[in-house]
Each structure stands twice: as structure tokens, then as C-alpha cells.
């Protein structure tokens, strides 16, 4: 198949699921193109059967804010007709699912049937979509797409009684290299952050209010009176100036390392004991998953889509949003309890690879392809 995706090129899941499908894709021998603004980040070196597209913007002065949606439709319409694609698949559907209906409509006038499946990632579904200028788009172009997926059932059905939707939508999983992911040899990294064999907790984010990295320090100052331990913050964006504020407040600073963007996530996660996910609203939770495939057991919220990935009392524990004391408690629960802790952690890296593997999920997506195209 020759297949378009459209991202975003940044750190956030959405960009780095749309880049590893469309790298396993291109493994399977399918020509995959990029069309985005800047190349994924994923995307570090040469990998055969993959092209990208670059979207570029206009600066005239008189347009005061970009047209992005608008430049990107033209790419599309131009690399559909130029590459002949079969199909385009767009991740995230602010404001990609609206070129993509777009081009839809041009290329339709040139005899052209482009098929736009559209995935749904989470806060363009729970979050940015519900406003009023975003709003009545995101329920038309979810409606007029050719398919849609969703990362969880709580993405689903949010989907469908949000936007009074009625439409056929399809489950598909976040996935993970699990021979990628997996606890590698990381005994410098563990000695410098943790010299006298403190335990270590980890969580990365975009730092953005519905993350609650507040909630992450805060669980950590109640764990730190009990357990010797240390935090690894990884990842940057708005809420990361009042993170070390508050770090500092608390008197955590010289235990707490806010390492911001970082490529080498699997030898950090392999630095760490427990990965934390305290989040207001989170779909799946991809930073999880990535977690356990190292063998971390998760302390999150229980919220979206997270219990359809981490199972309470087997792979980590959930708790209500802001429940600070319950979050810590369990923390301090499996540092104290070497059993529990090790059980838990073989069972996390077990569940991402039975349930998460890339070899599992890619699969399903392809047949989806193929079921659009057959209809
Ligand atoms: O929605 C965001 O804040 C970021 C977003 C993205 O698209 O970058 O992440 C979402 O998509 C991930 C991949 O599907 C999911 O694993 C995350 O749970 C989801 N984030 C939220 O729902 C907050």
C-alpha cells in the first residue's frame, strides 16, 4: 500500500505513534509518506520506503496568523495526486482531519476517491476539541472520515456521546517495541542519580496542566520521608518553571532531577523503580506503556484509558485524581515489599508484550486499511 500520515512532528504520543506505525509499516514493505511541518522526531535516520513531505508556510504580512490547515491540505492534495496514494491516515484530528476532508473535496473534482482515516489521540477528543471554535469542525470531519480509531474504549465512547456522534469506531491500541523497550544495562546512570542505592521514581510528561506534575512532586515529598529516594522529571513544557518552584519550596531539589527532553528514555526508565502518572485526563497513556516494558510498575490516576492498561494490584496501582496520601502509600507499599515489587514488575513487562507488542497491534491497523479500501 502507499500510505500518507500526518502527525505532529513534536514529542507528544500522538506524533511518536503515527512515526513508529508508519516505520513498521514501511518494514512490512508498504511505501509510507510524512506530511507534516517539520519532520517526527522519530524519525532520526534514512528508512527505506519512508518519504517526507514538508508543509510550508507562507509568511505575507497580511495573514496575522499562520494557515497551517490550509497549507497542509495543498501538500496532501499534491502528494496524493503526485505519489498516488491509496490512502491517507491523520493522527489527531485538530486540525488534521479537517485537510484532510478537504483535500478529500479537491482531489474528488479530479476523479479521485482519497480514503482519510482519522485516529483519535486523546485531548483533541476530551480537551481542545470541546471548544466552541473547534467544536462543531471536530464532529463533522470525525463524522465525513472514511474510518476512525480511537486509543482506548474510554476514547470511543467519549467520542461518541461528547459529539452526539453515531459512527463506527474502531479500538486500536497504542503500541511499543517491546525488543526496544526493555530494562537495558544502565548501572552508570543509576549510580549517578542514585549513588547510595536510593529507590528511584520517574515520570515523563509535556508538562501540561492535565499531566499534574505537581501531583508527581507532591507524592514524592510524602514517599522521600519514608523511603531514601530520588525523582527523575523528563520532558518540558508549560507547568515546568512552577514544578521546580515547588521543588525548591519543598526542599527537594538536590534529590530531583528535571532532565527536560531526552531521546534516551530506555536507559532512564531502566535507571528507575516506578513510573508515575498522576494525569486529570489521559486516553491510554503511551508513557506508561513504555514504562512497563521496562519492568516498571505504574501509580497513576483512574482515569481514561489508563485502567485498560495498567491493572490495579497486578501491574501498579490506580487511585482517584489528587489522592495524594493513596498514590504514596502505594509507592511506599512496593518499595517496602521487594515480592510485590518484583511480581509487579514482570508482570508489567509481561502485559506490554503480550497485549501492546508493535507485531500485535501494526497488524490491525493494516487490516483496517484494507477493509476501508475494500469498501
Ligand atoms: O493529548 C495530549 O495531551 C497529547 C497527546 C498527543 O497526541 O500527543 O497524547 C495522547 O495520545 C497518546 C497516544 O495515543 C496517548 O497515549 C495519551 O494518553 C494521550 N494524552 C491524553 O489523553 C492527555
Do not use: W
Not at 131 to 158: D, H, N, Q
Amino acid at each position: 500500500m502507499k500510505i500518507g500520515i500526518t502527525c505532529y512532528p513534536t514529542y507528544g504520543g500522538s506524533g511518536v505513534v503515527a512515526t513508529e506505525l508508519g516505520k513498521a509499516l514501511a518494514a512490512k514493505g508498504h511505501q509510507i509518506h510524512f506530511i507534516s511541518y517539520a519532520l517526527p522526531h522519530r524519525l532520526t535516520n534514512f528508512v527505506e520506503n519512508i518519504y517526507f513531505h514538508e508543509v510550508e508556510m507562507s509568511n505575507y504580512p497580511l495573514f496575522e496568523f499562520q494557515l497551517y490547515s490550509l497549507a497542509l491540505t495543498s501538500k496532501i492534495v499534491e502528494v496524493v495526486r503526485y505519489e498516488k496514494l491509496d490512502l491517507l491516515h491523520v493522527h489527531y484530528a485538530i486540525p488534521h482531519a479537517v485537510s484532510g476532508y478537504l483535500a478529500k473535496q479537491i482531489l474528488r473534482k479530479g476523479n479521485s476517491d482519497l480514503k482519510v482515516v482519522t485516529t483519535l489521540h486523546g485531548t483533541d477528543i476530551t480537551l481542545v476539541g470541546l471548544e466552541p471554535s473547534f467544536l462543531p469542525l471536530v464532529k463533522f470531519s470525525i463524522e465525513e472520515s472514511c474510518g476512525v480509531t480511537a486509543v482506548s474504549r474510554f476514547l470511543k465512547e467519549k467520542t461518541l456521546t461528547n459529539y452526539h456522534i453515531e459512527k463506527d469506531i474502531s479500538v486500536i491500541y497504542n503500541f511499543i517495541d517491546t525488543n526496544f523497550f526493555k530494562r537495558v544495562e544502565s548501572e552508570n546512570l543509576r549510580r549517578h542519580i542514585a549513588p547510595n542505592g536510593e529507590k528511584v521514581l520517574v515520570h515523563t510528561s509535556n508538562f501540561r496542566p492535565v499531566k499534574r506534575v505537581q501531583d508527581t512532586i507532591r507524592i514524592f515529598e510524602k514517599v522521600h520521608k519514608e523511603v531514601p529516594s530520588k525523582l527523575i522529571l523528563v520532558g518540558d513544557g508549560p507547568d515546568r518553571y512552577e514544578c521546580e518552584r515547588l521543588t525548591r519550596d519543598l526542599g527537594l531539589q538536590n534529590d530531583t532531577y528535571f532532565l527536560g527532553k531526552q531521546d534516551g528514555l530506555v536507559e532512564i526508565l531502566s535507571a528507575s523503580d516506578l513510573f508515575l502518572l498522576p494525569s486529570q485526563s489521559e486516553s491510554f497513556g503511551l508513557s506508561a506503556l513504555e514504562a512497563m516494558a521496562c519492568g516498571l510498575p505504574v501509580v497513576s490516576t483512574s482515569v481514561g484509558g489508563i485502567p485498560e492498561l495498567v491493572t490495579h494490584n497486578e501491574t501498579g496501582y490506580i487511585a482517584e485524581i489528587g489522592d495524594i496520601d493513596r498514590m504514596s502509600k502505594y509507592a511506599i507499599d512496593l518499595f517496602t515489599n521487594d515480592r510485590k515489587y518484583e511480581e509487579f514488575s514482570q508482570n508489567s513487562r509481561r502485559r506490554a508484550v503480550n497485549d501492546f507488542e508493535k507485531s500485535k497491534i501494526v497488524p490491525e491497523y493494516e487490516k483496517y486499511y484494507m477493509d476501508i479500501l475494500n469498501h
